[in-house]
């Protein structure tokens, strides 16, 4: 099909992680009622509490939350992409902000680990650490599903264009950028970086954010949004919990790509 209606979840997840998965699992629903074909959650759905406790709340994957998405998936016959949640990486008290894509069979189709990591120091003092707590994935990780292909990033990796347009070069047309941007960065930042990265890409950017006062990091900037190929603002949340949805025209990106091709005058002789 060229068309399909793809859904944004913004969420308040805090540090109880049953009640966050609850949210989640009701927005999938509430999505699959507005029409969705693909769901999208924010980055640490399922927790965002204290760093330390991270590695507690890893998993495997396949794994409890993994199960529980692709019941979701499969009942509704459509698409979940998990924002990202902490998976057992094996290394010491480290874990993996990992994201995957469900089928509306319920099988996972691709599997993606935050590759670029918010180490921060100013002057002599570390603002953030989070290689402390969170290992680096190393893949670039593109997915064609029924629907159009997707490319998988998490929050801080929206910072590195180069990320995108390898993505792009793939086949990407849909890029997910599940985030818990901060309110500090995100007021400046946040819609002046995604809508590079769909201008540059000539993609569609669906980012699904947190919102609200953490009880261990300071406050999600929110404005989960969803962006199209010209890089228009298609749909946004409002400054609260909800499920946003839009319309994702590949015939429309086609013709973008087709009337300024800049992806086919990429040198790469020269850099």
Request: aromatic fraction near 8%; charge should be negative.
């Amino acid at each position: 099909m060229s068309t399909f209606t793809i859904a944004a979840c913004q969420m308040d997840s805090q540090d109880d992680k049953e009640a966050n998965l609850t949210q989640a699992l009701d927005f999938i629903d509430e999505a699959a009622q507005k029409g969705a074909d693909v769901v999208s959650l924010p980055e640490m759905f399922s927790f965002m509490g204290e760093k330390e406790a991270y590695s507690t709340h890893a998993e495997p994957v396949p794994g409890k939350t993994t199960e529980a998405l692709a019941d979701k998936a499969a009942t509704h016959g459509l698409h979940v992409h998990s924002g990202s949640f902490f998976e057992e990486a094996g290394d010491g008290d480290r874990v993996y902000n990992t994201s995957v894509v469900i089928d509306p069979d319920g099988d996972i189709q691709a599997q993606y680990r935050k590759t670029h990591l918010f180490d921060v120091t100013i002057g002599d003092e570390v603002v953030t650490q989070e290689s402390e707590y969170v290992a680096p994935g190393d893949d670039v990780t593109v997915v064609e599903t029924d629907l159009a292909t997707f490319g998988l990033s998490v929050c801080y990796d929206l910072r590195f264009s180069e990320l995108y347009r390898s993505m792009a070069m793939q086949g990407a047309e849909v890029l997910f950028v599940p985030a818990a941007f901060t309110l500090f960065t995100g007021k400046d930042h946040w819609l002046p970086l995604l809508k590079a990265r769909a201008i540059e890409t000539q993609c569609y950017v669906v980012a699904a954010g947190q919102i609200g006062d953490k009880p261990s990091s300071v406050p999600s900037f929110g404005k989960s949004v969803i962006i199209d190929p010209w890089g228009n603002v298609i749909r946004m949340a409002s400054d609260r919990e909800e499920v946003v949805t839009a319309e994702v025209d590949l015939d429309y990106l086609a013709d973008v790509r087709q009337n300024i091709p800049c992806l086919e005058h990429k040198r790469d002789e020269i850099y």
